[in-house]
């Protein structure tokens, strides 16, 4: 994909084909976790882990449901 690890959202829907929407949906609904799909940087932006992201599309990782 790219030379580094984390980006940004904009540029992972750039990458990706993703909307910037169903990245924060994906966040908020636990679908992806702090710390495997993304992080927050010090200064607060959310920067998506390309390598976390890959294992969740290879891996067919899905939340699990509490309803």
């Not at 940004?8 to 990245?23: D, I, Q, S, W």
């Not at 010090?42 to 294992?55: A, R, S, T, V």
Request: net charge positive.
């Amino acid at each position: 994909m790219t030379g580094a690890r984390y980006v940004l959202v904009r540029r992972f829907t750039e990458l990706t084909g993703y909307t910037e929407k169903a990245v924060y949906r994906k966040i908020a609904d636990g679908v992806w976790i702090s710390g495997r799909e993304y992080r927050r940087a010090p200064d607060g932006h959310i920067c998506i882990d390309l390598e976390g992201y890959q294992k969740w599309v290879e891996n067919g990782q899905a939340p699990v449901s509490s309803r």
